[in-house]
């Protein structure tokens, strides 16, 4: 497993030369909102579609 140090410097090293720095940030974001949802799915920490459906329309 990466460390996040080591997820950055590949996710920077992907990006093209004139990347801003905007676009490093939204990189590095994405990449942390994505990792933070596998973790809860890992963890079991979701509902079913079902019950986000009956949440929304409550």
């Given at each position: 497993?990466?460390?996040a140090?080591?997820?950055?410097?590949q996710?920077?090293?992907h990006l093209p030369e004139?990347?801003?720095w905007d676009d490093i940030m939204y990189?590095?974001?994405?990449?942390?909102?994505?990792?933070?949802g596998l973790n809860a799915i890992e963890q079991g920490?979701?509902?079913s579609h079902e019950?986000?459906?009956h949440?929304?329309?409550k």
């Amino acid at each position: 497993m990466q460390t996040a140090k080591q997820a950055a410097k590949q996710i920077i090293d992907h990006l093209p030369e004139q990347a801003s720095w905007d676009d490093i940030m939204y990189e590095l974001y994405v990449k942390q909102k994505i990792e933070k949802g596998l973790n809860a799915i890992e963890q079991g920490h979701t509902v079913s579609h079902e019950e986000a459906k009956h949440r929304l329309l409550k």
